[in-house]
């Protein structure tokens, strides 16, 4: 097998994963928008699923980060 090919075939389980982080964000932010209701009273929320979520969300941000730095390395091998 080629390096390009091997390289083509980084890219797209990368693309892949950048996708669904992404998919994972959306909701993590969209159910802590939904838990952080402002018109909640504070005795009425859920922190300890709003703690969770935001562990969550911290987690999938930082994984994000790191592949997206991997995809920077392969368009950099692959000459963009």
Not at 46 to 68: N, P
Request: glycine share 4%; hydrophobic share 40%.
């Amino acid at each position: 097998m080629s390096e390009r090919i091997k390289y083509m075939g980084y890219k797209a389980d990368r693309e892949q994963r950048r996708a669904e982080l992404k998919t994972r964000i959306s909701g993590l932010l969209g159910s802590l928008r939904d838990n952080l209701d402002p018109f909640k009273s504070p005795e009425a929320l859920r922190t300890d699923v709003i703690a969770q979520q935001a562990l969550e969300l911290d987690a999938a941000r930082t994984e994000l980060v790191e592949v997206l730095a991997e995809l920077d390395r392969i368009a950099e091998v692959l000459g963009r």
